[in-house]
């Protein structure tokens, strides 16, 4: 069996929650292999809420198993109190012993940073993802396995603690005393304790024995620490190759790679959005789509469907087809508008060049429509909508195989 992929397109939030959940009916196991709190993955089902941020979104298919990868950094407490939404995850969710910690200090590490760089700031969620990651590679990170042993990992991060001194006091930054600490980590090895296991062979398991399994992407390609746009990106690989690294997967053993993107674009902190619309349709775009972050609650900045972007994540992803989200939030509008080239020193271009900050983009109108909320199959859609659709495939190189049109489950075409 090959593992099937889910990889955001754009800069995050495009719904890639929504379609997990909607698939996850259909599979054994669901796994994240990168990102961690930063994530917020919104699911809707029969009007009740659910915002999951590093539990993968297959948790509520009753039947699927959940693993969160060695790829991922793992905050404890913010876990802990994710999983206070279900019953018993036992059985049900495992993190893998490799998986590297995110701990309190990393996310004063980062706030403290970002207020450093002034107007300069990236725009993290706060969460401590650059430093957790940062740790990672400067091989002084702590791994979810060190938690069942509390003694020792209390050593060594008061070790740790004493080694950086310097570096906290410069960024005033207290760090807790032993007794603190320790009490800390036995509270996470109790309520942990029970989910941590060798996924890597879990997830070999199910694929050598025919079981399904589904890739959850977190971010997005334009987030992705190599490929984004940096240095406005998280610290993970968020395209589908990470989900290899991330899990421990070969690049043989992954499926069908299905890419989400939203009919239009949004981006939640700093950086290059060359589609961005700062007039009167961006705004209508945030209100119409509720474009307000799951994790931090900051308001997205909105914009076009940047054709151009979308065409490189798609080949950088080896994307199958998409799937088109919130096309209804476009819903009403007289004209709406795609980026199809950008103009760079008076030339344009069709391809991403390294560095997005200075161009401006190339526009084409489409024709607006009434109403796509809802619709349920192609034939419900006017015909503006279906033109739209057929030439996002042309302009992208990849076709369409699923469109959403609302956040219900339920409310999704398959082509
Ligand atoms: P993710 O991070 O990619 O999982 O996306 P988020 O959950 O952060 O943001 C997507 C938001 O759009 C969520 O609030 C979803 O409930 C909502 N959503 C998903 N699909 C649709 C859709 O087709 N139409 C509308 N109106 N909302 C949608
Ligand atoms: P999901 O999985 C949208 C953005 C932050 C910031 C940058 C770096 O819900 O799509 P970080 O805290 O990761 O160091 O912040 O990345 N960002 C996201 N934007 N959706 C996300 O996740 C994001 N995760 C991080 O806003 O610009
Ligand atoms: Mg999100």
Not at 85 to 101: M, P, V, W, Y
Not at 166 to 194: C, H, N, Q
Not at 258 to 281: L, M
Request: glycine share 10%; with cysteine; charged share 25%.
């Amino acid at each position: 069996m090959k593992a099937d992929l889910i990889v955001g397109i754009q800069w995050g939030d495009e719904g890639k929650g929504k379609i997990v959940d909607m698939l996850a009916q259909k599979y054994d196991m669901v796994c994240r292999s990168q990102g961690g709190h930063n994530a917020g993955h919104t699911i809707w089902v029969d009007g009740v809420r659910y915002a999951l941020h590093l539990i993968p979104s297959g948790v509520l298919n009753p039947k699927a198993i959940n693993i969160i990868g060695n790829g991922v950094v793992l905050s404890p407490e913010s876990i802990i109190k994710e999983m206070e939404q279900f019953d018993s995850l036992e059985g049900k969710l495992f993190i893998s012993d490799k998986a590297h910690l995110n701990l309190p200090y990393h996310a004063l590490i980062d706030q403290a940073k970002e207020k450093l760089k002034g107007d300069k700031a990236i725009g993290t969620t706060g969460k401590g993802i650059g430093p957790a990651y940062s740790d990672k590679i400067n091989r002084v990170g702590f791994r979810a396995g060190e938690l069942l042993d509390s003694e020792k990992l209390c050593n060594s991060i008061l070790e740790f603690f004493a080694q950086n001194r310097a570096i906290f006091d410069v960024l005033e930054i207290s760090t807790p005393g032993r007794e603190e600490l320790l009490g800390l980590l036995v509270e996470y090895k109790e309520k942990l304790a029970p989910f941590i296991a060798n996924t890597t062979n879990m997830v070999w398991d199910a694929l050598d024995s025919g079981k399904k399994i589904l890739l959850e992407g977190a971010q997005g390609t334009l987030l992705d620490i190599d490929h984004g746009t940096y240095p406005f990106v998280t610290s993970s690989s968020t395209v589908s190759a990470g989900a290899c690294t991330g899990l421990g997967l070969n690049p043989k053993d992954i499926g069908k790679v299905t890419g989400i993107v939203k009919a239009y674009c949004t981006r939640v902190g700093n950086g290059p959005f060359p589609s961005e619309d700062f007039g009167e349709d961006g705004k209508r775009l945030g209100e119409q789509g509720h474009e307000f972050g799951t994790t931090t609650g900051r308001a997205r900045r909105c914009g076009w469907f940047d054709a151009v972007a979308c065409r490189y994540s798609s080949r950088l992803n080896g994307c199958d087809e998409l799937s088109l989200m919130k096309l209804d939030v476009l819903d009403g509008f007289d004209e709406i508008k795609v980026c199809v080239a950008y103009e760079i020193d008076g030339e344009e271009i069709e391809y991403m060049p390294s560095d997005l900050e200075s161009v401006k983009p190339v526009y084409r109108s489409f024709k607006g429509w009434e109403k796509t909320e809802g619709a349920r199959s192609w034939e419900e859609l006017p015909k503006e909508a279906r033109e739209y659709i057929r030439a996002i495939e042309t302009l992208t190189s990849t076709k369409v195989g699923m469109i959403s049109t609302s956040p219900d489950r339920n409310d999704t075409i398959l082509l």
